[in-house]
Structure formats: structure tokens, C-alpha cells
């Protein structure tokens, strides 16, 4: 039986045990998935020791995604793009890593908006923690010219200009509503609105109709930035998408499959948080 876990502190929120949960049943695996809390100073030691305890590998969640990265001895592009890694496996004995953030948002959002790069405008980013440097790594990948940075705390939203170069330029954070007026794509990645907790007052008033708005909060589904968006016509990406698709590239690696995420997979998502909420 191939065995794989995720492991955080704490880890009791974590959905992926859910999601891979759905795909060892649908495609007959003999496999598992569970959850390890795991205390950070304990991290290193339990990837180095993933092998003898019979694991494939294992996801990553907070705050060890960092200490992942760094006890990894072979990391994918994304991963070092991001300096943290949220996916790990076991191959010739040594620990590899990625970060599928990164997939799982750009995954997402090309298959809700399928056009979104059409127009040749900047890309805005709230936000410049781990997620936004995932997402920012993503669009510069994609082709995207120009990506705005605005944070709560511009010196973050300045290491990260600085760590992928001039195509990331930092606007302030005062100044967010206003440089939406010209982006093709926001993305908020900031953690207010979850749970319904802070808002982004976000103006989209003088917004162009083709803007796309998404957010990587899905606690709600539909934030209140979502909320305004859709209210002013704009067409909207959830964060549910990104953590469904960021978890495909794991559940392959470890069970030799790769899955699908499915309507069913989503709904079956969905029902679970809306019980918790
Ligand atoms: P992650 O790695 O998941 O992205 P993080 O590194 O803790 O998480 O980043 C959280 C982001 O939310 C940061 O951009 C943070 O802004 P600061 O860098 O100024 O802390 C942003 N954030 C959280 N609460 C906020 C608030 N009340 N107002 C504005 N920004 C907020």
C-alpha cells in the first residue's frame, strides 16, 4: 500500500486528506492519506525519515513550507521561485520538492477565464507573502509584462520586485483601487475576507468590463471583493479551484495517477465547508 500524508502545525483545518481522500476511492488505489501534525522543529527530521516510515511523500502546509524548501535535496523550478515548497516526494532516495501553488492558481484560473490573457494589460497582486510570490512567479511565467505589487507593508512588496526583477513593480497600498482601473487580472492573496474578517475595499467603479477579479481566500467561496466584483459585472475566479488544482501534481507522483478535479470533487468540497462555516 503506498502511503501519503500532510503535514502542518496546526493541521486539523487541512482539506487535502478530503480531496486525496476522493481520489485513492475513485481510481481503486490501494493507498492513504492522512494527517501528521508536526511541530516545526520536528520537520526536518520527519521528511528525512519519510522513507523508513513508509511514505511516498507528503504535502506541506504552514508555516512548514519553508523548512520543506530548505530539507529538500532536489527542488523544482517553482519551488526555488518561491523559496518554500509545499509538495515533496522520494525519488532515487532523495527528497524532492515543488511548490504547485503556483500551478494550482494559474490551473484555475485558465480554465475559468480561458481568455484572461488576451489583453495586453498589467496583472495586480494584493498582497506579498508566500502565496503572492507564487502567483506573481505564475503570471511572470505565463508571458505577463507588467506586474503591480500592492502590500500593507511596502518593504515585502519590495523584496519581491526585487527577488523577480523589473517586470514587478510595487504600488501602494493606498493607491490599490486605483491601479485596478488599468489591470487585466486581480488577485487578492492577502488573508483578509476570510472567514469574513477585514474587507480590501476595493473600488471597481472605473474597472474595465473585460477586468478579472480572483481571490485565493475560499473561506467564504464568495468573498466580499468576489461580492463586488461580480456585482459590477467583472467575471470572478474563487480560491477553491487553486486548492483543488494545486493538489494534482502530489496525488501523481505518489500514487502514479494523475486526477482529475472533478465536479463531483468540488461539490463534495464545497458541502464540507459549509458545514464548518
Ligand atoms: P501567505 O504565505 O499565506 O501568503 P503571509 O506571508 O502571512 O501568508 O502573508 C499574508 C499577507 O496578507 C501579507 O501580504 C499581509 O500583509 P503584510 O505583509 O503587511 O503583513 C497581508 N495581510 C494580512 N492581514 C492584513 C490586513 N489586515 N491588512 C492588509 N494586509 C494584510
Same mark, same amino acid.
Given at each position: ?8 502545525w ?11 481522500g476522493?481520489w485513492? !476511492? ?14 516545526? #522543529?520536528n520537520?526536518r ?6 522513507e523508513?516510515g ?7 502546509? %504552514? ?6 524548501f530548505?530539507?529538500? @535535496? #532536489? ?6 521561485a ?14 524532492? =520538492?515543488?511548490?504547485?501553488d ?6 484555475h484560473?485558465? !480554465?475559468?477565464?480561458?481568455?484572461? @490573457? ?5 496583472v495586480?497582486? /494584493?498582497g506579498?507573502?508566500?502565496?503572492a510570490?507564487?502567483i ?11 506586474v ?9 512588496? #519590495?523584496?519581491?520586485? @526585487? ?5 514587478v513593480k510595487v %504600488? ?12 487585466? %487580472? ?9 472567514k ?5 475595499d ?5 474597472? =474595465?468590463?473585460?477586468?478579472? %477579479?480572483?481571490?485565493?481566500v ?5 468573498? #466580499?471583493? /468576489? ?6 459585472g467583472l467575471?470572478t ?26 465536479g463531483e470533487?468540488r461539490a463534495?468540497?464545497?458541502a464540507?465547508?459549509? !458545514?464548518?462555516?
Open positions: 500500500m503506498r502511503k501519503a500524508c500532510v503535514i502542518g496546526p493541521i486539523t483545518h487541512s482539506r487535502s486528506p478530503m480531496i486525496h476522493y485513492l !476511492k475513485s481510481h481503486g488505489i490501494d493507498g492513504s492519506y492522512e494527517k501528521v501534525a508536526v511541530q516545526p #522543529e520537520a527530521a520527519f521528511l528525512l525519515g519519510l523508513a513508509g511514505f511516498s511523500g507528503c504535502n506541506v502546509t %504552514v508555516p512548514l513550507k519553508e523548512i520543506a530548505e530539507a529538500a @535535496q #532536489e527542488k523544482e523550478a517553482s519551488a526555488i518561491v523559496g518554500a515548497a509545499n509538495t515533496i516526494w522520494l525519488e532515487g532516495g532523495k527528497i524532492c =520538492a515543488a511548490n504547485t503556483t500551478y494550482g492558481f494559474m490551473t484560473l485558465g !480554465k475559468t477565464v480561458p481568455d484572461w @490573457q488576451e489583453r495586453d494589460r498589467p495586480l497582486v /494584493l506579498a507573502g508566500g502565496a510570490r507564487a506573481v512567479y505564475g503570471f511572470i511565467e505565463s508571458g505577463v509584462g507588467q503591480l505589487v500592492a502590500n500593507r507593508t511596502r518593504a515585502r512588496a #519590495e523584496a519581491l520586485s @526585487q527577488h523577480f526583477g523589473r517586470k %504600488v501602494d497600498w493606498g493607491a490599490r483601487s486605483e491601479a485596478a482601473r488599468d489591470a487585466g %487580472v486581480i488577485v487578492n492573496t492577502t488573508t483578509i475576507g476570510m469574513n474578517e477585514g474587507s480590501l476595493m473600488d471597481f467603479r472605473n474597472a =474595465a468590463d473585460s477586468t478579472v %477579479v480572483a481571490d485565493i475560499y473561506v467564504p467561496l464568495e468573498t #466580499e471583493m /468576489l461580492a463586488v466584483a461580480r456585482k459590477r467575471r475566479v474563487d480560491g477553491l479551484g487553486m486548492l483543488l488544482h494545486q493538489a494534482v501534481p502530489g496525488f501523481e507522483k505518489w500514487f502514479g495517477v494523475r486526477p482529475e478535479v472533478t470533487l463534495m468540497i464545497v464540507d465547508l459549509e !458545514k464548518a462555516a
